[in-house]
């Protein structure tokens, strides 16, 4: 199975810091068809997971564009350009190259 | 709008068989694939496994042995059985529309005694 490595598994913040979350993968996530299925995902306490990148890069609709996403291959990184209070929660990374589909274990954000 | 929505028993005695159903609404399960993910309670998400849109399925294997999903398209909604239930399989599974867009609020399934 394809391994994600997060880090960190915490980060602390103040508004308006920038900040990135990486994500390894144990080989690389380039699709036979071109695409690299990686997305990172936000869940917020209580709540479902939510999309917010995909296709290593793409922002998905109603995301924030303080967000955004890059890497290829087998390294990957999020960023938060100005973090705001609604961003507190934990980061994903997903992958759904290689069956079964994985996620990292996470990268909590909180304020400091 | 798109909405995916679980339902099934809250509570679930070990050994016993889980049945969950996700209803969906806002598009064609014959368009999209529809996925089940388990979280344990402060744990990290893991994937179950797939409902295609042409009907195929494809589990993780770490499940196989245990693990049944199904649809019905005339009602819209991707069910999921799983068997021999012990107490680790407590916590949250979800339903979510390929690729990773849409999600259920969850159900919070309880093994025990």
């Known amino acids: 199975d394809v391994v994600l490595t997060q880090t960190p598994p915490t980060l602390s913040a103040t508004i308006g810091q920038s900040v990135s979350i990486s994500c390894r993968s144990s080989q690389s996530l380039l699709h036979s068809n071109g695409n690299t299925y990686l997305n990172w995902l936000l869940q917020r306490p209580g709540q479902p997971p939510q999309l917010l990148i995909y296709l290593v890069s793409r922002l998905e609709s109603g995301v924030p564009n303080r967000f955004s996403g890059s890497g290829s291959g087998t390294d990957f990184t999020l960023k938060i350009s100005g973090v705001e209070a609604e961003d507190l929660g934990v980061y994903y990374c997903v992958q759904s190259t290689h069956a079964p589909y994985t996620f990292g274990a996470g990268t909590k954000l909180e304020l400091k | 709008q798109v909405q995916l929505k679980e339902s099934g028993p809250g509570l679930v005695q070990p050994s016993q068989t889980l049945s969950l159903t996700c209803t969906v609404s806002?598009?064609?399960?014959?368009?999209?694939?529809v996925h089940w993910v388990r979280q344990h309670s402060g744990k990290s998400l893991e994937w179950m496994g797939r409902?295609?849109?042409?009907?195929?399925?494809s589990y993780n294997s770490a499940f196989t042995s245990r693990l049944s999903i199904s649809r019905d398209t005339s009602k819209s909604q991707v069910f999921l059985k799983m068997n021999s239930l012990q107490t680790e399989d407590t916590g949250t599974y979800y339903c979510a529309r390929n690729f990773w867009g849409y999600w259920g609020q969850g159900v919070m399934v309880t093994v025990s005694s």
């Open positions: 409902m295609w849109s042409d009907g195929d399925t």
């Open positions: 806002g598009f064609s399960l014959t368009s999209y694939s």
